[in-house]
């Protein structure tokens, strides 16, 4: 499995590594937090770690460290418009359940 960005998200990503110098790609993981256990996290990544799993995506580079990738395999980002909101979606098939702003998820034992 892995983690794939749709084609608008990876224009998004794009975007935000070329404003960003030293970037290589986009850190994706979780944290344990949020209402429903755990929330997503995302920013740009400098340099790989030895654990990281890397899938790539319309040119990007996605970093995932071995601790969320059980959470998160098989997941597609997204980034939507919504009125003046613009937002990353995360479509996660291992989630179980999400908290009602979409912030965070859970995942069954």
Known sequence: MSVTLTEKAAARVQEILNRTPGSIGLRFGT???GCSG???SIGTVEE???DDQIFSSFG???YVNAES???VTGTEIDYVSEGLN???RFSNPRAT???GC???FAIAS
């Open 102 to 104: 979409g912030e965070s």
């Open 69 to 71: 990738i059980k959470l």
């Open 31 to 33: 944290t344990e937090s």
């Open 97 to 99: 359940g999400e908290c």
């Open 86 to 88: 613009q937002t990353f």
């Open 38 to 40: 755990f929330s997503y």
């Open 48 to 50: 790989a770690l030895v």
């Open 60 to 62: 990007i580079d996605v």
